[in-house]
């Protein structure tokens, strides 16, 4: 299984923006597809975005895509999120997954076999 590492996380004021890195490590990263999920406290964790192994083919949830994009770099091994105009409700731990499914671009937490240790975002109003 993949290690991932994510970073970019932050304290943040409404409307501002982040990007969130997820570092993989192995030799399956440009072979799967890829997704962010977010929990927050009392909640459970929640799909993002999702991105396939060739980055052609991208899905996000409803609520955020006309603010959040997800890309990679398979030769850096590194998936991104970018996030923008940010609100309060996105605050929340962030998490990159891995791996663990055929689906072009899986969106439930049992889809993905690997996961990062989380990436906290706060964003204050």
């Known amino acids: 299984q993949a290690q991932l590492v994510e970073s970019g996380g932050g304290l943040v004021q409404a409307g501002g923006s982040l990007r969130l890195s997820c570092a993989a490590s192995g030799r399956t990263f440009s072979s799967s597809a890829m997704g962010w999920f977010r929990q927050a406290p009392g909640k459970e964790r929640e799909f993002v975005a999702a991105i396939s192994w060739s980055g052609r083919v991208t899905s996000y949830r409803d609520s955020l895509k006309d603010r959040f994009t997800i890309s990679r770099d398979n030769a850096g091994n590194t998936v991104y999120l970018q996030m923008n105009n940010l609100k309060p409700e996105d605050t929340a731990v962030y998490y990159c997954?891995?791996?663990?499914?055929?689906?072009?671009?899986?969106?439930?937490?049992?889809?993905?076999?690997?996961w990062g240790q989380g990436t906290q975002v706060t964003v204050s109003s």
């Open positions: 997954a891995s791996g663990g499914s055929k689906l072009v671009v899986p969106k439930q937490v049992l889809d993905f076999a690997s």
